[in-house]
């Protein structure tokens, strides 16, 4: 059977300052097939997405449409072109009902309103096989049939290309599985589906081909039955298996349970789902898995990030309720979020009074540190810690990445925490300093703090952590520790363990 192309994009080039995030990238999508586009944060996908879209213009290269060359300068003007995005948080309108939502912004409200919308918008969400109703409000279906109304929305204004970013991310299983059902229905009418996600089972449910990008740069592209799962990890991260070995592994550890410093069992929150997991005084452990496995939720379930839905917690064996992070850092537990610009640093403070800013909330405001010790607090970790700036009282945010991340870090070690999460703390900063950041770890851990690191760099998280918990899809997929902590491994267990060892 002969395949049509629907779309090529071709050469294309992105240049922001200082950083070229796409460099000569290639894009093909034929009618009638679901392709993945795949690659750990900062790959190029959303650069990509947002150039065939007109929310980016390109600096270099070409974008074909059925055999013929378009310029696309606008959302609306790839609308036009019949290129439609459903994206993971929903766009449209829940006070407003389902035909309104679909007919919106095509037709004057009140005609929206009219019956003969209705019937219409009826009629396309059974031939779709959606579960709702043109006049009930949008806001009254889950998310899942709030999804499949956006997609409803783009076929009814003739969509070719359909870009499904994200769409699974809030659903559960059944809603899934609707929502693969309507993606397959719409292959068969000739749609060409672009689905990024990084739930690696759900693309080799769904998709007929992969392509691969890695740091603005094109892997390849594949058919699904040419690439397992284990080599399309291996293609993401930038390693080949037979190029593996064991790097830097640290020494092992024994334990007793009288060791266990913080312990969890079906620990679940409002974006984690149940995990158990424990942590030993002075052990440095760590969850890896590809972006958006549940990781971070994890982490952020632990500290009380997140809103705790179950589990039970012990800390040095008594049983304790963290439901929010100042009852977590009560309990000794420090924690770095993956994201410092929003979840970190406070850009106008200064970086005295980013440093002090943990240990005032635990002493309560009605019991403010004083000038003097503040300064003495600032002036001693600046030190510690060798942050470069010109003094405590320089606002952080003008402040390096790298130089942002030790103002947090020492935030933290004021506290004198006796568990410190750190969540991506050597992400975008230099080379010189993330040697820095995983010194200071293992310093930490000689000295007794239990410390859990997360890196999507697998080589830094072999080179301190003597234990990782492996994510895939947000469970819990394997432990990994002793001659089993090795990158081919880890890469294996995030696949799908084809070849994960047993017990």
């Known amino acids: ?174 809603e899934v599985n609707m929502l693969f059902d309507l993606m397959r229905d719409l292959k068969g009418q000739g749609v060409g589906i672009i689905f990024v996600t990084h739930f690696l089972e759900q693309v080799y449910e769904v998709c007929d081909r992969i392509t691969v990008l890695r740091n603005g740069e094109l892997v390849g592209e594949y058919l699904i039955e040419d690439l397992p799962q284990v080599d399309l990890v291996a293609k993401m991260i930038g390693k080949e298996l037979d190029e593996l070995s064991d790097f830097g592994q640290i020494e092992e550890k024994q334990y007793s349970s009288e060791d266990i410093f913080y312990e969890a069992e079906s ?9 158990d997991f424990c942590i030993h005084k002075g052990e440095v452990n760590g969850f890896t898995g590809l972006l958006g496995s549940g990781r971070s939720e994890s982490v952020r379930a632990i500290f009380g990030a997140d809103k705790v839905s179950g589990g039970t917690v012990k800390i040095k064996g008594e049983n304790v309720k ?80 790298g130089n942002q991340q030790k103002v947090i870090l020492a935030r933290w070690l004021l506290t004198h925490p006796d568990y410190l999460i750190l969540d991506e703390p050597t992400r975008g900063i230099d ?32 080179r301190t952590c003597s234990r990782l918990i492996v994510m895939r899809d947000r469970h819990v997929v394997g432990e990994l520790k002793g001659q089993d902590l090795n990158q081919a491994q880890v890469m294996k267990t995030i696949a799908g363990g084809e070849t994960q060892n047993e017990g």
């Open 1 to 174: 059977m002969q395949e049509t192309t629907l779309l090529q994009m071709r050469h294309i080039n992105k240049v922001f300052p200082g950083v070229k995030a796409l460099s000569d990238v290639d894009f093909t999508l034929r009618k009638g097939e679901i392709h993945a586009l795949m690659g750990e944060n900062g790959a190029g996908k959303s650069t990509l997405i947002k150039i065939l879209t007109g929310v980016y213009g390109m600096d270099g290269g070409e974008i074909i449409v059925e055999g013929m060359n378009v310029s696309i300068h606008s959302p609306q003007d790839a609308q036009n072109k019949g290129i439609s995005t459903v994206y993971q948080e929903i766009t449209l309108c829940p006070n407003l009902t389902v035909a309104e939502n679909m007919f919106i912004g095509r037709e004057e409200t009140a005609l929206v309103r009219h019956k003969y919308y209705e019937k219409r918008a009826d009629e396309i969400l059974k031939k779709l096989g959606i579960p709702a109703r043109a006049a009930q409000q949008l806001g009254s279906c889950s998310l899942a049939v709030q999804q499949m109304v956006a997609i409803a929305r783009a076929v009814d204004m003739e969509c070719k290309v359909l870009i499904l970013d994200e769409p699974t991310s809030s659903l559960d299983d059944k």
């Open 267 to 275: 620990l679940s929150s409002s974006d984690a789902m149940p995990f």
């Open 322 to 401: 963290i439901t929010k992070p100042v009852d977590a850092m009560k309990h000794g537990i420090g924690y770095l979020a993956e994201d410092r610009k929003r979840d970190g640093i406070i850009a106008e403070l200064s970086v005295r009074e980013n440093i002090i800013l943990a240990l005032q909330v635990m002493k309560g405001f009605f019991k403010p540190i004083s000038r003097s010790e503040a300064e003495a607090f600032a002036d001693e970790y600046i030190k510690v810690l060798n942050i470069k700036t010109a003094s405590r009282e320089t606002p952080v945010g003008s402040l390096s990445g």
């Open 431 to 462: 080379v010189g300093t993330k040697l820095e950041i995983q010194k200071l770890v293992l310093k930490l851990a000689e000295d007794g703090v239990s410390v859990t690191f997360i890196s999507s760099e697998v080589e830094e998280m072999l």
